[in-house]
């Protein structure tokens, strides 16, 4: 109710409060304001909870070193809600759902470390040091209290976020988001559209009706296709292992839908109040994927597990790549995996599946860079790949999100025993017998990859830098 309260405020807002009519400073308060009273209304005094995280983190941010800053803000912030997921768990209901106050300090984390490692990007390290999205998305200035509340705690993000750059919110804020976006990659102004402010309208139509039809089958399906059969010994007894399989995809397919319902929900808010805008697509209708968090789609006939990834949870996979993957020296791709196993929860579930995950992603990372170019030489051998990977991707995620669902580690074993663990035994043998190239390559590659897409560049900073957003990422992806 609170999310539908927000869609119709964000609409308020974005009319009545438009940059045009009122100062920043009213923007950011009444947007402050507005998500304190949804996070009162839904946790009661647990909201606490969400200003005792964000000003421990901005006094660091205010006294601490600046050079140490931005790891004394991960480790405060994660912490604290490591603290708050512990005590709600195992002190107060484990395995409830119900008015779990952690879900938004979830968000409030993503934003609150990606701040401290944008601002000490920004006012410690050389532009040279910088990758061209950490140049972009470097913060200059230190925020004010207000500007830090108003990005944390703003009515259309405090509930299911998405989490955003901080540039991207001030932009927003001060009505300076459209701007840079009708300029084309090229710098030259897209003249045809250059005088207008987009309308969200369509998009949020149609978000909202991908709302209704994923609420419709998450409720009907769901029940249908609960998860828990596919460890029920009767069944497991009496059903081919073929159909055991079949049986599993249909019942992560039926769970997906509830969070396709409430990431474009969120969406859809965001866009309501004016935030979200992304440039024009080759026809001239407006984007609105600045700050989506899925593409259905590509989730659904995903070829790989890195392309099911990179189109899921979109705004996390960002945020776990800036502030992780890109900095750590020594094998990011784990630590990732165990980061996202922190800020998910302390459920055993959730660190089996990362655990999975990152077996997963070295095994389809050495099968793909081995076997891949052997198809590539004709259209039919490529549709052949397409069609056989798509398959096993989706038995693959299936396989490792079991753990997500069960949440404990009894019933997750359970499962993996009556699959003989045998794509992890797969997984190890495909790592253990393929090449792949080391991740410091890689990551050598990808980062020239960035320097030539973006060095035909010019003009003012601001308004001509392309972020590591989802365009990009669907780029990358494909």
């Not at 040091?129 to 108003?150: D, F, G, N």
């Not at 899921?312 to 960002?318: G, R």
């Not at 798509?390 to 396989?399: D, F, S």
């Not at 590659?445 to 990009?472: F, K, P, V, W």
Request: charged share 15%; aromatic share 14%; hydrophobic share 40%.
């Amino acid at each position: 109710m609170c999310q539908l309260f927000a869609l119709l405020t964000a609409f308020w807002f974005r009319l009545y409060l438009h940059p045009s009519k009122t100062s920043p400073f009213i923007r950011h308060v009444v947007a402050t304001l507005l998500g304190f009273y949804l996070v009162l209304f839904c946790f009661g005094w647990y909201a606490l909870h969400f200003l005792v995280q964000s000003g421990l983190t901005y006094s660091i941010m205010i006294f601490a070193e600046l050079e140490h800053m931005h790891k004394l803000c991960f480790i405060v912030a994660l912490g604290y809600l490591s603290f708050c997921q512990i005590t709600r768990v195992y002190v107060f209901d484990y395995g409830m759902y119900s008015a779990d106050f952690t879900g938004p300090m979830m968000v409030i984390t993503q934003k609150i470390t990606s701040l401290a490692f944008e601002i000490h990007d920004g006012l410690t390290r050389k532009e040279e040091q910088l990758t061209p999205s950490q140049r972009c998305l470097a913060v200059r200035k230190m925020p004010s209290l207000l500007e830090y509340l108003s990005y944390n705690c703003n009515f259309m993000g405090i509930l299911a976020g998405p989490t955003c750059s901080y540039n991207d919110y001030m932009a927003f804020i001060e009505g300076t988001a459209y701007q840079p976006r009708h300029l084309e990659t090229n710098g030259k102004e897209n003249g045809k559209y250059k005088h207008t402010e987009p309308s969200p309208k369509n998009n949020v139509i149609s978000k909202l009706c991908t709302c209704a039809i994923s609420l419709a089958i998450f409720l009907s399906v769901s029940k249908i296709f609960p998860v828990e059969r596919s460890i029920d010994d009767k069944f497991i007894a009496s059903t081919p292992f073929i159909l055991q399989v079949f049986y599993l995809y249909l019942s992560m397919l039926a769970t997906r839908p509830k969070y396709y319902f409430i990431w474009t929900l969120s969406d859809a808010i965001n866009n309501a109040a004016g935030f979200g805008f992304n440039g024009y697509n080759k026809d001239g209708t407006p984007r609105w994927d600045l700050i989506s968090n899925l593409r259905i789609l590509d989730i659904e006939f995903a070829t790989s597990f890195k392309m099911f990834l990179d189109n899921w949870n979109i705004q996390t996979a960002l945020w776990l790549k800036r502030v992780c993957y890109e900095r750590c020296p020594i094998n990011p791709t784990a630590a990732t995996f165990l980061l996202s196993a922190m800020w998910h929860g302390v459920y055993p579930g959730y660190y089996l599946t990362f655990l999975t995950g990152i077996g997963m992603t070295m095994a389809a990372r050495a099968l793909r860079h081995n076997i891949r170019p052997y198809f590539l030489g004709s259209t039919t051998h490529k549709s052949v790949y397409d069609v056989i990977t798509w398959a096993g991707t989706q038995v693959a995620i299936c396989y490792t999100v079991v753990p997500f669902v069960l949440l404990a580690v009894g019933p997750s074993l359970k499962f993996y025993r009556s699959w003989y663990y045998c794509i992890h035994i797969a997984c190890l043998l495909l790592v253990l017998a393929l090449p792949v190239k080391p991740w410091h390559l890689r990551a050598k590659e990808e980062q020239q990859q960035q320097n030539s897409l973006q060095g035909g560049l010019t003009g003012d900073h601001n308004s001509q830098c392309i972020t590591d957003n989802n365009c990009n990422q669907k780029h990358k992806a494909t």
